[in-house]
């Protein structure tokens, strides 16, 4: 078992997201919710503000000499920073000082979430609109300065949390339309060809090599390749558990018997009716049934979150649902059976 893969990311935390345009009170929200020892708190994303606090464009901000802007088909690469960089970068700023504030003395992990290299390229225009992905050679360029901005970004919330043991979040929804050739053209008549998946997985590798702490892969969609992404180094995979089918059981015994953590999302993301706690984790205890797997590893091996980001959700919604989180992870610790 590697280093990262013994990490421990609470009982409960969030995937990034949240709604709404006030910095401060998402920055509250997320760390009085986890940040008393009941999970992982993690640094809040706000969408909802427009280009830039975007996923994509907040990413694109932290690059190292590769700047984007935006056009009417999307985040295009261009020569310069112009006006879209510089708000993304306000914006991050902005975030990482509301979080500053609410963590003075906070000692534990923390979580922080960039899009990983793959879907990266697949959002990313270049210049003759089409996305990175046509290129191997740029994907190449993207994720070495996907790197060095990372390095940074992560050195500098080390700066501003000390007592905090970071963990990275690379978002990654596109991984298996990039593995698939599902990814469309400008054209949208057809599809860019499916990427070699060594190549695929050296970049992860390169990426995830870049902290020397763990990191979490997350992705949304179905048939989340997790043999793919412990070999490139995760330490855990964060999912849509609602996704998951019996084909997955194999692949997800190796994965947890080999030490890799999953963060289950079992919580509805958008407004609507939440279950009982117990009855939020019920799959996760029929996985582990089915698994043949100790429910005494049940609290070490699987975090509860959100099915995905809370962006979409009212605040108060929001809200409830990343305590509804806590309260699922204290159900599945307290009776794994």
Partial sequence: MSENSKFSPGPATGIGSMPGSDTREAAKTVVGTFGGGEGM???PELPARGPGADMIGRTAGM???LYARVEPSGWRIGDRPGRDTRRARSWLVEDLDALEEYTQG??????VQAVGPWTLAAALELKNGEAALSDLGACRDLAESLAEGLRAHLADVRRRVPGAELVLQLDEPSLIAVLRGQVKTASGYRTHRAVDRQIVESTLRDVIGIHDGPVVVHSCAPDVPFALLRRAGAAGISLDFSLLTERDDDAIGEAVEGGTRLLAGVVPGTDGPLSD???SVMGVRKLWRRLGLNPGLLGE??????ACGLAGATPEYAR???????????SLADNPE
């Fill in 277 to 279: 706690p117990a009855g």
């Fill in 106 to 111: 906070y000692e534990g992990p923390l979580k």
């Fill in 301 to 306: 091996a699987v975090a509860i979150t959100p």
């Fill in 320 to 330: 409830k649902a990343l305590s509804h989180c806590v309260r699922a992870a204290r």
């Fill in 41 to 43: 708190p993690y640094l």
């Fill in 63 to 65: 690059l190292v000499e």
